[in-house]
DNA sequence: TATATAATGTTCTTAAAAAGAACAGATGAG
DNA sequence: CTCATCTGTTCTTTTTAAGAACATTATATA
């Protein structure tokens, strides 16, 4: 099984908080006998646990599975996320629309609304307000 | 469900990296219809997968499953140029949000379109497209 | 040391969830 | 339009983790 370092980091982080096993499950609402598997390496706790127990413990993801990537990550999530993006997008226009975004709470509003459709309905949407802008654009 | 932002992440991802479904199948020895469903939100991948995939996209796991917490930020160009837009706005969901729309291309072609218009006009389009959602929303 | 009690480890069964294959639909180039 | 590629979904099977019960170890106290 990979993921060596994880029962140990585990069980490092558990005891450092002085949890017993039955406490950090209660947290977890899950089984003791469960803790005790992912301890000792029989078992893995999911990804949705995995994030439950980094909040716990206060630790990054990474720091709970143990994986030091092969690159050195200084910057925080925040930025290296955002950072990435802007590579893709280091058009100037971006900060831009950011800039409005920040300042149109009502568009916020609407984007959260087009951010819960499906892809296939946000498309619909987009070909419309396409053509309705140029339309309006003429007056 | 949790991790809302784990499929949309994985999608931009491997488009970015120019992946097709298939060929990121192929590098994790899975089917790619499980990556499709990954996308989708319908199934989760377990650890194993994730710590794969954080190495395959060079990102951290925390970036990948997009549960980034605030605690960590350390400040970067970004966040000083708009942390004072952050304070007036501090609601969580416009990081999402700047999230979104930085990985959708398209959808900032709409909103510069958008921008040009005059504020009347703007607001004929935001009073069509709520009631346009929610009228896709009922599908 | 003996014994009680708490903490942890293990086994066995059940249940949950993801995997894959096959089919269906969408997208796009020519 | 047509073919090929890419993606989404359904159905079934398989995998794997979950929980309960039992076993072991550790710790405290008389």
Same mark, same amino acid.
């Given at each position: 099984?990979?993921?060596?370092?994880?029962p140990?980091?585990?069980?490092?982080?558990?005891?450092k908080?002085?949890?017993?096993?039955?406490?950090?499950?209660?947290?977890?609402?899950?089984?003791?006998?469960?803790?005790?598997?992912?301890?000792?390496?029989?078992?893995?706790?999911?990804?949705?646990?995995?994030?439950?127990?980094?909040? %716990?413990?206060?630790? *990054?993801?990474? &720091?709970?599975?143990?994986?030091?990537?092969?690159?050195?990550?200084?910057?925080? /999530?925040?930025?290296? !996320?955002?950072?990435?993006?802007?590579?893709?997008?280091?058009?100037?226009?971006? !900060?831009?629309?950011? /800039?409005?975004?920040? $300042?149109?709470?009502?568009?916020q &509003?609407?984007?959260?609304?087009?951010?819960?459709?499906?892809? $296939?309905?946000?498309? *619909? %949407? /987009?070909?419309?307000?396409?053509?309705?802008?140029?339309?309006?654009?003429?007056?």
């Amino acid at each position: 099984m990979p993921l060596q370092q994880l029962p140990h980091n585990l069980r490092h982080y558990r005891q450092k908080h002085q949890f017993t096993q039955q406490q950090l499950a209660d947290l977890l609402k899950v089984s003791r006998s469960v803790v005790a598997k992912w301890e000792n390496g029989h078992v893995l706790p999911d990804l949705i646990i995995a994030v439950k127990l980094s909040n %716990i413990f206060q630790i *990054t993801l990474d &720091a709970l599975v143990g994986e030091a990537p092969e690159t050195t990550f200084v910057l925080s /999530d925040f930025q290296a !996320h955002y950072q990435n993006a802007f590579e893709d997008y280091a058009d100037a226009s971006v !900060h831009q629309l950011i /800039d409005f975004l920040l $300042k149109n709470k009502p568009l916020q &509003a609407q984007l959260n609304l087009y951010r819960s459709l499906p892809v $296939k309905q946000q498309k *619909t %949407i /987009d070909r419309f307000l396409l053509t309705a802008i140029e339309e309006l654009k003429k007056y």
